[in-house]
């Protein structure tokens, strides 16, 4: 029964790794049987580029800002509210500055920014480490330069929690469904002992929609194709003072600050 109930939720999880799936896939599970069945399925509008990355201005967000968009994130992607900062799963967080930055900044701005709390979200890197050191293929890149992960193939291993520079990956240490309130039908839940990150609402993309986030900021994040000169978010870039995450690492994270 444990074995079925696993296979079930695995290929529920398939959205979770794609949201760019051709095929429409209905979502539920044992928690919310009884909810309506919802489906997915890419459309001729989804969001176009080869290399989707955010630029976050962060003159415009403060730590209430980020808790809206994490209330927003979390309640659509089922994310659950463990309540323990030890096991804590987390997609989009606050965090301060000097956290964030270490050891990648200059005395002025860590003086500068040392109470501010900033947007932590996976970087979802050009060249992201965590997809070298997976050994089941779980987590991946697809062609938008979104780094994604299969639910069914990983095994928890947590080497990619380990690779990650940036923190951003979070372990089912409990049964997740029992710490969610509200289970949304739409979005498969997970299960204890599975990894999980955000994946830049890859199931929003699909269908031409952004990142919750996007628009729970009140038009502070930009989300676009970084590889087109004529979008949004390289027009930010280009126009105003960024900062990446640990770039000397060589990942080549897609997410920048507007300070």
């Not at 949201?19 to 044992?30: D, E, L, Q, T, Y």
């Amino acid at each position: 029964m444990e074995k079925m109930s696993r296979r079930k939720f695995l290929k529920l999880g398939t959205l979770c790794a794609a949201g760019v799936s051709a095929a429409a896939v209905g979502v539920s599970s044992a928690a919310n049987a009884s909810a309506p069945k919802v489906t997915y399925k890419r459309n001729d509008n989804r969001l176009k580029g080869t290399a989707m990355g955010m630029v976050i201005d962060m003159r415009q967000i403060d730590e209430e800002k980020i808790m809206e968009m994490q209330k927003a994130c979390h309640a659509f992607h089922n994310v659950p509210d463990v309540g323990n900062t030890k096991s804590e799963v987390k997609w989009i967080w606050p965090e301060k500055y000097e956290n964030l930055f270490a050891g990648e900044t200059t005395e002025r701005l860590a003086e500068k920014f040392a109470d501010k709390e900033f947007v932590a979200i996976c970087n979802h890197c050009e060249s992201p480490v965590c997809v070298r050191v997976c050994p089941t293929k779980a987590t991946f890149k697809n062609d938008q330069g979104i780094v994604l992960m299969d639910m069914h193939r990983c095994i928890g291993c947590r080497n990619c929690m380990a690779a990650c520079p940036y923190g951003a990956r979070s372990f089912n240490f409990v049964n997740p469904r029992d710490y969610i309130d509200e289970i949304n039908p739409s979005y498969p839940t997970r299960m204890k002992g599975v990894v999980e990150k955000c994946n830049f609402c890859a199931e929003r993309v699909a269908i031409g929609q952004l990142p919750l986030c996007v628009e729970a900021s009140g038009g502070a994040i930009a989300f676009g194709d970084l590889n087109d000169p004529e979008s949004k978010v390289s027009k930010l870039i280009a126009e105003n003072f960024t900062l990446q995450r640990k770039v000397s690492l060589g990942t080549k994270p897609k997410v920048y600050y507007i300070v």
